[in-house]
């Protein structure tokens, strides 16, 4: 879950980003959330005031100790709320006044944007990168180029399938297995497993993917069923994934009792509901 | 399997239904259910080599007699189900609280007397 | 001459060692333990995998009664797990038997487990939470598990384990498991146990369709094996018993069924027939229709092996009223059609032309082999195997491998079904139990309790009420707290708490402590079900001195917290409810006493044949007196006319053996020349008369037991000239020419030989099962006589089951022709001057064909013999063909639905030799888990007559299943406890309602009903 004053921190800035969707394509203004860690980024980006370095006005920062504690579900969240772009910077590896922060959310959100390649979000709208408190001027060149990179990638629409997509996401990532494996993956690369045997990274990266993108499927195919009954073939569509990769899905949310069968049969392509 | 199912179910265990008799059935409906249903083996599994069929064969009957004082005879039903189909339970007693549910309280509820 | 008697521990002075050990837990397994634990013997059950129930757990239904297959078996997986005198060692495999039969020692590897069984609760948060996820064996690899897992939700031992290849270590199951059951420090580790008796259960394994790699298995997506199919029709499956194809998720309309994949194939080495798959793959076309109506199977066979009892009637009720088309060929390939994922079956059809046919899903019914791992413990073990990888056996003596101590049964004896798997572990419980007969109830343990505390039914009750959080299935949902404060303000409840886990070990401490300081007599638990966790509370309740029956259960997991997790305020009121039902019902529970009646350690054998015979030495051999009744005046019955087995085994000499060693046995008491004229009493203690001629001498004998062992004997057959022309004969007449010396059978020249004589037709519509057999032997035999004869064997289906078919392969290969006929079309034996002439229809040729030959022999029908008079002085069912009925057909194949009445051998139906052998050990295994007893304990919930209210309406004599109640001399109906079991059905009819079921008494149903509504 994401904590309240997270949450209330990024609901205070959507409504503002609410405001700007309205505007519409023309004379397209970039809305981009920004992470700041307390002790490099945050500093660098005073530097930046102190300097007179100037930059685009389209991000709005929320300030954090440390980029490690930027939970990745905040990232879909931004994007629904109605953010174009999210930005997370920390202390550059080595710095981190934690130690080991930085390296964490550069796991973890490397993680993300290869979640959110592969269901079409596309990876380009969240960049982590490192400023120091010495870099004022960095900081406004990332602000920079990052906001003409949303500007040429333009609005993020939140269509309907977007909206599952991200909602789908955000679930997954507050779920506690992903939490848990998302946590454990850097400690497992890192170190011993509780068997006291090094696992295998390939094996360990498969297994944390594999479960979120189930995970992730599973959440969307449920919430395609709300609006009524599909055939398998229907939820693969709607999915965009081959059907061989979405009957093991179906497969096993049927044996989660989530969903079942619609009772009328006479047809030859039988039609999942959600369970009630 | 953990199956969703209404919570207004509630089970009595018997060994066997042939051990529900027609008394009980009515009985159930004197001290205020609004339905009853009596799940037993599959036809011909009977653990007890015929129970359920004596069983349904009362299901009928206490049917007729609800229906004859104005109760209505749907408010009971015999259902079939093997150990292994947790699903059709569900789905039964999904089912009969649907049913339940559309036919509303049990006037028994309000008259006692319309029952001996 | 077989060596039929290695079970007998030669020249031990010393006591042999009490204690079995049983190798894998299936079906078999199951039965052998519960056979030998239940007659005084300790158990070690020993399976490689996590769990026991074997292939059988993985069955949707059953043939040929459609049994649901899970249904049937888990009263034996319960009661396996929770046997006192069996200890179930899961995940481990046998190592090495050292020792001498009466005296092994076995060492016994446990795989790690890294779950400990003494913590787990089995509530499944490990796997929920499990990260990985990989193909789940159970359901063939079509859905998926977590590493950590419980292979099937009814597994007993209901514990997880983590599959430490797919783990990766991660720690998240210890993190959520509230029982402290995760140990990723567990070791495998070795351990040494003393046995008797070793018996061999492994099963089998299904062939590797990949080997047939012209049906493209694993290539094309909708070609599946049958074990595949069966998991797709589960309701436990991965579709939910819906029936999905791989490809697409779209139901198939056109399935295929190709037979024989892996059996009766040179190519791959398996030379025999499977056995079960011609009755499976009818099961799964019917029940597959059943479950979609526009399914239109199609079954690819050669021959079709409906064999068993009442198999074939369920065959031809498949092709005639349930729409499964039967097509006689030979398939040759299966092709992918381009786009659709259909496939196209390529075939030879009956007249040996080619065919193809589109398909949208191809069943393989892949066979029975034995494993890898199997056969390296048997050879661990120095047991010899055949030379297709079962086990090495005398058909003579069936249940004995190579080595002496060392027993078999099921599967990997031969392939085999359900019922003749049962049938053969009870046989080998009583080989194993009968080396060691000596130590029997030497290391089997009873149990001691402490004297029960009196509670008149007059007493205020004082209940006890424990709430169970169940980790978190329970407490997440239910709110434990309120539902434990709302007990403590119901009526009688003294006191009211909670639990983390109820079940575990403190907690029964905590019971046992808290009925002493509050001096409760009635105790509570809210947790799960009492179908598994019942027998448990009450050894808690009755090791602290109350009568088990005072113990009362409310199911608020599996029928509340876990089927209402979304309306969690709901579930707490009916966690409330169901606490006060249980509290309305507390109330009203009364001790109820079991009484101990002694056991007559006798037993009567009626039927002197070879199942009766080898049934008495057997009992005999365990140490008790047998009266062994033979209506003729010499023993040996039907194998009076039989000379060889097939495989060769001198029928004759085993006969002479058998009758002196019957003969020499001082336990036994042969009346021949004798009849059952009166038969009284039940299980433990029956008393019959036997009248024996010629002075018709009557006596009455006390015994405990009663085996049915009447057999059958051939028919003389109707027609074909038989009687009228001394050129036909029977098959046995045939094998009594061939015994009898060369000549007159060398000389023959040409025979036909008519197959299905009085049997598959409307007067008797089974298979008699053994004709194929005799057919083959007596061919074979000839031929070794004259191999210049022509024989030609006029056949419908050759049913050379299991290790037979080699023998049918060998005959084709010496030349005897055999030609296929329809029952519509049967051959004709006529006469045609000094000729005798056989006319028949000429399948490849299309033409009618006459042969004149020497000889015609006609395989005639087995028949019982005459049972009726018999049947209803024992009150026991037999077929419409007159065989004797057994209770269940799959799992109870030699009880009667009466206790302490067993069938054996051709009474029950049709039966080779070593079939029966077989089975004449199964009646004996049976037989000792009452006469091993002193007493039988009867009573508790049983129906009582209230004799004051009794109209002696007959209504209670009319419904009772099991014909108990019985109106005596004082005009009352009685009940005899020994006899009820329980159901309960007169107690619901009775129309002065005289009568109750103990402990579902009116008065309680009604409370409890009455609780569930009020407030």
Same mark, same amino acid.
């Given at each position: 879950m994401i904590d309240g004053q997270g949450a209330a921190q990024t609901g205070a800035v959507q409504a503002d980003a609410k405001l700007h969707q309205?505007?519409?394509?023309?004379?397209f203004e970039p809305r981009i959330l920004s992470f700041l860690c307390n002790w490099c980024a945050y500093a660098g980006a005073d530097l930046a005031g102190i300097s007179r370095f100037q930059y685009p006005p389209n991000t709005r920062v929320i300030r954090v100790m440390?980029?490690?504690?930027?939970?990745?579900a905040f990232v879909p969240r931004a994007l629904l709320a109605g953010f174009d772009g999210v930005m997370i910077l920390g202390c550059h590896p080595g710095d981190c006044h934690y130690l080991s922060g930085n390296i964490q959310a550069e796991r973890k959100m490397t993680f993300l944007k290869k979640l959110l390649a592969g269901e079409g979000?596309?990876?380009?709208?969240l960049i982590l990168d490192w400023v120091s408190a010495g870099e004022g001027q960095r900081f406004a060149e990332l602000v920079r180029d990052f906001t003409g990179q949303i500007r040429s990638l333009g609005p993020f629409r939140v269509t309907p399938e977007a909206e599952g997509t991200l909602r789908a996401i955000q679930t997954a990532l507050e779920g506690e297995r992903i939490r848990w494996m998302t946590g454990k993956a850097g400690e497992l690369l890192e170190k011993d497993n509780v068997y006291g045997e090094r696992s295998d990274p390939d094996r360990v990266r498969e297994v944390l993917e594999a479960t979120v993108r189930d995970e992730l499927r599973k959440n969307r195919i449920l919430r395609f069923l709300e609006t009524g009954p599909l055939t398998a073939a229907e939820i693969s569509g709607k999915l965009a994934v081959p059907l061989k990769e979405t009957l093991p899905q179906l497969v096993a949310l049927v044996g989660e009792g989530r969903i079942g069968f619609e009772?009328?049969?006479?047809?030859?392509q039988p039609r999942y509901v959600k369970s009630g | 399997m953990r199956l969703n199912y209404p919570s207004n179910v509630k089970v009595v265990k018997v060994p066997?239904?042939?051990?529900?008799d027609m008394l009980l059935i009515l009985k159930a409906f004197e001290s205020g259910v609004d339905g009853v249903y009596v799940a037993g083996c599959m036809e011909g599994e009977c653990h007890y080599l015929r129970g359920n069929l004596r069983a349904r064969r009362r299901v009928e009957q206490v049917k007729k007699l609800l229906d004859e004082v104005g109760?209505?005879?749907?408010?009971v039903e015999m259902f079939n189900m093997s150990a292994s189909q947790g699903q059709r339970f569900a789905q039964f007693a999904r089912e009969m609280t649907e049913r339940i549910r559309s036919l509303g309280p049990s006037p028994a509820k309000k008259n006692k007397e319309v029952l001996p | 001459m077989a060596t039929v008697e290695n079970e007998e521990v030669k020249g031990g002075q010393a006591k042999p060692v009490g204690a079995v050990l049983v190798v894998g837990g299936g079906i078999g397994g199951m039965q052998a333990s519960l056979d030998l634990a239940e007659s005084g013997f300790y158990v070690y059950l020993v399976d490689n995998?996590?769990? =026991? @129930?074997?292939?059988m757990s993985q069955l949707d239904k059953t043939f040929?009664?459609? /049994?649901?297959a899970m249904c049937i078996m888990s009263p034996k997986l319960v009661g396996t797990g929770s046997h006192r005198n069996i200890r179930v060692i899961t995940h481990a495999e046998v190592k090495e038997v050292a020792g001498d039969p009466g005296d092994f020692e076995a060492t016994i590897l446990r795989k790690a487990r890294y779950i400990r069984p003494d913590k787990?609760?089995?509530?499944g948060e490990c796997a929920k939470h499990c990260p990985v996820t990989i193909a789940d064996s159970y359901n063939e690899g079509m859905s998926r598990r977590a590493?950590?897992?419980?292979?099937?939700?009814?597994?007993?031992?209901?514990v997880y384990l983590i599959d430490r290849e797919a783990c =990766? @270590?991660?720690g998240l199951c210890e993190r959520v498991c509230l029982a402290g059951?995760? /140990?990723?420090a567990d070791e495998a580790c070795q351990e040494k146990i003393a046995v008797g008796s070793v018996i061999l259960a492994p099963g089998f394994e299904v062939f590797d369709?990949?080997?047939?790699?012209e049906f493209g298995y694993g290539v094309?997506?909708?070609?599946?094996t049958s074990l595949e199919f069966e998991r797709i029709l589960s309701a436990t499956g991965p579709h939910r018993s819906h029936v999905l194809r791989?490809?697409?998720g779209t139901i198939p309309e056109r399935i295929a069924f190709i037979q024989c994949v892996g059996s009766r194939d040179k190519k791959c080495g398996?030379?025999?027939?499977?056995?079960v798959c011609c009755m499976y793959s009818v099961k799964e076309a019917v029940i597959a229709k059943e479950h979609v109506p526009f399914i239109k199977p199609t079954i690819f066979y050669?021959?079709?092996?409906?064999?068993?009892?009442?198999f074939d009637a369920y065959y031809e009720r498949a092709k005639a009223d349930q729409g499964v088309r039967f097509v006689k060929s030979m398939v040759s390939r299966v092709r992918q059609q381009q786009g659709t994922g259909n496939l196209i079956v390529t075939y030879l059809d009956d007249q040996g032309k080619a065919a193809e046919e589109v398909f949208d899903l191809v069943v393989l019914s892949v066979g029975m082999t034995t494993s890898q791992a199997v056969r390296d413990t048997a050879a661990r073990l120095g047991v010899r195997l055949n030379a297709y990888g079962f086990c090495e056996t005398n058909p003579l003596a069936p249940?004995?491998?190579?080595?002496?101590?060392i027993y078999v049964c099921g599967a990997f004896q031969s392939p085999k079904d359900i019922p003749e798997t049962v049938a053969q572990a009870s046989g080998a419980a009583a080989a194993a139990a009968g080396g060691i007969a000596?130590?029997?109830?030497?290391?089997a343990t009873k149990k001691e309790y402490p004297p029960e505390t009196e509670v008149a039914s007059a007493e205020e009750p004082r209940i006890g009420v424990f709430v169970c959080h169940c980790g978190i299935n329970i407490g997440s949902v239910v709110n434990v707290p309120s539902v434990k404060e709302y007990a403590a303000?119901?009526?009688?409840?003294v006191l009211a708490d909670e639990n983390?886990?109820?079940?575990?070990q403190d907690t029964q401490e905590k019971i046992k402590k808290a009925i002493q300081e509050h001096g409760l007599n009635r105790v509570i638990v809210a947790s799960c079900s009492p179908r598994t966790h019942e027998p448990m509370f009450r050894e808690t309740i009755r090791d602290a001195?109350?009568?088990?029956?005072l113990f009362e259960m409310a199911?608020?997991?599996?029928?509340c917290s876990w089927v209402h997790m979304r309306q969690k305020p709901e579930a707490t009121a009916k966690a409330k409810h169901l606490v006060r039902m249980a509290v309305a019902n507390a109330r009203l529970n009364r001790s109820l006493g079991e009484t101990a009646v002694p056991v007559a350690q006798r037993a009567l054998i009626i039927g002197g044949g070879v199942a009766g015979m080898t049934a008495a030495l057997r009992l005999a051999g365990q140490g008790f007196a047998v009266y062994l009744v033979e209506?003729?005046?010499?023993?040996?019955g039907n194998l009076r006319?039989?000379?060889?087995?097939?495989?060769?085994?001198d029928v004759q000499a085993f006969l002479t053996d058998l009758i002196d060693r019957v003969s020499a046995e001082p336990r036994i008491h042969v009346l021949t020349g004798s009849q059952v004229t009166e038969f009284g009493g039940v299980r433990g203690n029956f008393t019959t008369a036997v009248t024996t001629a010629p002075a018709m001498t009557a006596q009455k004998i006390q015994h405990g037991v009663t085996v049915v062992a009447t057999g059958a004997e051939e028919e003389r057959p109707e027609g074909f000239l038989y009687g009228e022309d001394p050129r036909v004969c029977t098959q046995q007449e045939f094998e009594g020419r061939l015994a009898a010396g060369g000549e007159e059978a060398a000389g023959l020249r040409e025979v036909v030989m008519i197959q299905c004589v009085g049997s598959r037709?409307?007067?008797?519509?089974?298979?008699?099962?053994?004709c194929c057999a005799t057919a083959l032997k007596n061919a074979l035999a000839l031929k070794r006589l004259n191999p210049a004869a022509t024989i030609r064997v006029l056949y419908r289906?050759?049913?050379?089951?299991g290790m037979l078919e080699p023998y049918y392969a060998q005959a084709r290969r010496e030349g005897v022709l055999f030609v296929r006929y329809e029952p519509e079309a049967p051959p004709v034996v006529a006469r045609e001057g000094d000729s005798l002439t056989v006319s028949f229809a000429e399948?490849?040729?299309?033409e009618q064909a006459t042969v004149k030959p020497d000889l015609v022999v006609l395989s005639s029908a087995t028949v019982p013999r005459e049972n009726r008079e018999l049947a209803n002085l024992l009150k026991v069912p037999r077929t419409a063909e007159g065989f004797f009925l057994e209770?269940?057909?799959?799992?109870?194949?030699?009880?009667?639905?009466?206790?302490?009445i067993y069938v054996a051998g051709s009474a029950h139906a049709p039966k080779l030799i070593t079939e029966s052998v077989s089975q004449a050990y199964a009646a004996v295994a049976r037989a000792c888990t009452i006469l091993s007893k002193e007493n039988l304990m009867v009573g508790g919930v049983v129906a009582v007559v209230d004799g004051e209210r009794?109209?002696?309406?007959l209504t209670c004599v009319r419904v009772c299943p099991y014909d108990v109640p019985v109106v005596n001399l004082r005009g009352e109906a009685e009940i005899d406890i020994v006899k009820?079991?329980?159901?309960?059905t007169c107690a619901a009819e009775c129309p002065a309602r005289a009568i109750d079921l103990m402990h579902y008494r009116g008065e309680q149903l009604e409370a409890k009903i009455g609780a569930l509504v009020e407030g």
């Open positions: 309205a505007e519409g394509q023309a004379g440390c980029s490690g504690r930027i939970d990745p979000i596309g990876a380009g709208r009772p009328a049969e006479e047809s030859h | 066997c239904t042939g051990r529900v109760l209505g005879g749907e408010r | 995998a996590p769990t =026991i @129930g074997g292939v040929p009664t459609n /049994d649901c787990c609760t089995g509530c590493a950590v897992y419980l292979r099937y939700p009814q597994a007993i031992p209901k =990766i @270590g991660c059951a995760v /140990d990723y369709a990949a080997r047939r790699p094309y997506p909708n070609v599946i791989p490809s697409d398996n030379d025999y027939c499977s056995s050669m021959d079709m092996r409906a064999y068993g009892k009442g249940l004995a491998t190579s080595r002496e101590g000596a130590g029997r109830g030497t290391l303000t119901l009526p009688n409840v983390l886990y109820t079940c575990s001195g109350l009568n088990k029956f199911n608020i997991r599996d029928q209506k003729e005046e010499l023993l040996g006319n039989i000379h060889r087995t097939i495989e060769g085994e037709n409307e007067k008797r519509p089974s298979c008699s099962r053994t289906d050759v049913r050379s089951y399948p490849i040729l299309q209770a269940h057909a799959k799992l109870r194949p030699v009880d009667f639905a009466s206790d302490g009794c109209a002696a309406c009820c079991k329980g159901c309960g």
